[in-house]
């Protein structure tokens, strides 16, 4: 189970059907708090987050991420350029200009990766 949090509807639609067109099932959240509270009550198996978000970044949604679920992996799917600081936070971090070749096989890396230990 996948959660993806962006404050972009069209980007959570967009991450919802390629990942359950994968097989995925997927929780979205247009917050970062709404994501960080999901996270909190559920088990998944990775969280997808975008840097730029209102409220609270993407920097520090994947710190709070880290405190709250540190056994999820995180993955950055943004934009905009992320910080070396924040980079060092995540597991992954996908361009969304480079999402079609590397998003899905990101994400399936991770989980696999996740499952095994």
Do not use: W
């Not at 990775?46 to 999820?72: C, K, T, W």
């Not at 993955?75 to 905009?80: D, T």
Request: glycine content about 4%; aromatic content about 6%; some cysteine.
């Amino acid at each position: 189970m996948l959660l993806c949090i962006d404050n972009n509807q069209s980007i959570l639609e967009y991450e919802r059907s390629l990942f359950e067109r994968s097989g995925y099932v997927v929780i979205t959240a247009l917050s970062a708090l709404q994501g960080l509270k999901l996270a909190m009550m559920f088990r998944f198996d990775a969280v997808l987050l975008d840097y730029q978000m209102s409220g609270m970044n993407g920097h520090r949604l994947a710190f709070e991420m880290r405190h709250v679920r540190p056994d999820i992996p995180v993955v950055m799917f943004s934009s905009g350029e992320i910080p070396e600081e924040t980079r060092n936070l995540v597991d992954a971090v996908v361009t969304r200009t480079k999402a079609l070749d590397e998003l899905l096989p990101a994400v399936a890396r991770i989980c696999d990766q996740s499952s095994q230990v």
